[in-house]
Nanobody, 125 residues
Framework: QLQLVESGGGLVQPGGSLRLSCTAS????????IGWFRQAPGKEREGVSC????????DYADSVKGRFTISRDNTANMVYLQMNSLRPEDTAVYYC??????????????????WGQGTQVTVSS
């Protein structure tokens, strides 16, 4: 079964940084656009950032623009989300997922599959 695996979450103070990693179990990521999503308690899952299969195109939610950077290393089968200047409102479980096709909308959860189990990010003093 195709599945993505996230890592790198943790507890960080406001203003701090974390780097999340996403890799694949059972398949190569190089053929897929990958998205990072997050879900806070009591809220719907939302798109944070996406990157095209070759890395030439990226998208960001307005709430994270200028603070988060998505990147990928296809030789290592990894996708990363560098998160800087973290805020308490960034607290959530973060997931990565692969796009079903090239016509994906980074804000549409339904365009993505092979979800990982998520990694918790908590921003608190």
């Amino acid at each position: 079964q195709l599945q993505l695996v996230e890592s790198g979450g943790g507890l960080v103070q406001p203003g701090g940084s974390l780097r999340l990693s996403c890799t694949a179990s059972g398949f190569s990521l190089r053929y897929y656009a990958i998205g990072w999503f997050r879900q806070a308690p009591g809220k719907e899952r939302e798109g944070v950032s996406c990157i095209s299969y070759a890395g030439g195109s990226t998208d960001y939610a307005d709430s994270v623009k200028g603070r988060f950077t998505i990147s990928r290393d296809n030789t290592a089968n990894m996708v990363y989300l560098q998160m800087n200047s973290l805020r308490p409102e960034d607290t959530a479980v973060y997931y990565c997922a692969s796009a079903y096709n090239r016509g994906y909308d980074c804000q549409n959860v339904g365009d993505f599959g092979s979800w990982g189990q998520g990694t918790q990010v908590t921003v608190s003093s």
